[in-house]
């Protein structure tokens, strides 16, 4: 399992050029989890924007990324202007396209102010660990398993939502944080908090069909993902991360995800389209 120090290795680029990055992924095998590339063409974008901050983020993930091989990040300056700046960004394994990714940047500005408010729910430390709820159910996986489960995972996750194949309601929640203390640079938490924002988003749209990641035929993945950021936030403190699904249809599902902060602030706003394919035979 990944552990926060690592994951604040692959946060950190290598420049190749003025606007050209190399990342490297988490490790492992199979495919790069959407969050880190998401995440990492953020931070590759920031090398390029002096003051601004990042309100919104809009990209597709154009084929599956290799884990086990780093990544090119090619940072395209589209506008720099007065109050917004624009980028694009293009992320290459084996020179392939595997994630196509815009972002603004906005001056910090004071302005009118209103959101809906955060419903109530349970203080995180009145929520079950998501991953001592792992560690119960693959608790007859071995030894392995079990290790890498409880070798401290870079993002906390508390939730009492099922994680199994029963069927549910189309809506998810969880408090989320940082595992480890970070320092006051507001773009390493913006990178954080879009990292996160791909955590569990498809298993919203599974769960009015009853499947789960390891469903029998089942095929997923993210086709695409839009992040908006309201406000700064703090993300060593806990946020509430919560998902809905207005509809599955044409082997896709669509996923839309409110994160508030631990003082009911509402932070940022996330929408999400993937592909779920059940194949019977």
Not at 86 to 95: P, Y
Not at 101 to 127: C, D, K
Not at 168 to 190: C, K, N, T, Y
Request: charged share 20%; aromatic share 8%.
């Amino acid at each position: 399992m990944v552990t926060a120090q690592r994951l604040l290795e692959t946060l950190t680029l290598d420049r190749l050029g003025d606007d050209v990055f190399s990342a490297r992924s988490e490790g492992g095998e199979g495919r790069i989890f959407g969050g880190q590339v998401v995440a990492q063409a953020l931070v590759a974008a920031y090398g390029t924007v002096e003051t601004f901050l990042c309100n919104s983020l809009h990209a597709y993930f154009v084929r599956a990324g290799d884990a086990a091989k780093p990544i090119r990040f090619e940072v395209e300056r589209t506008r720099d202007g007065g109050s917004f700046s624009n980028r694009r960004v293009r992320a290459l394994q084996d020179g392939l396209l595997i994630f196509d990714f815009i972002a603004s940047f906005h001056a910090p500005a004071e302005g009118l102010e209103f959101q809906i408010p955060m419903p109530g729910r349970p203080a995180p430390e009145n929520v079950p660990s998501f991953y001592e709820q792992r560690l119960k159910v693959f608790a007859d996986a071995g030894p392995a398993v079990a290790a890498a489960l409880a070798s401290g995972p870079p993002i906390e996750v508390r939730t009492a939502d099922p994680q199994d194949e029963a069927v549910g309601p189309p809506a998810r929640e969880s408090w989320v944080r940082f595992a480890a203390p970070i320092g006051a640079d507001q773009r390493l938490h913006d990178a954080l908090l879009a990292y996160v924002s791909d955590l569990n988003l498809l298993a919203t749209a599974m769960r009015p069909h009853g499947l789960h990641w390891h469903s029998r035929g089942l095929q997923s993945a993210s086709l695409d993902h839009a992040l908006w950021f309201h406000r700064p936030t703090n993300f060593n403190d806990w946020h509430l991360f919560l998902t809905d699904t207005p509809s599955t249809a044409g082997t896709r599902g669509m996923v839309r995800g409110s994160i508030y902060n631990i003082d009911g602030r509402l932070v940022a706003t996330v929408a999400q389209e993937g592909l779920l394919r059940l194949r019977t035979s």
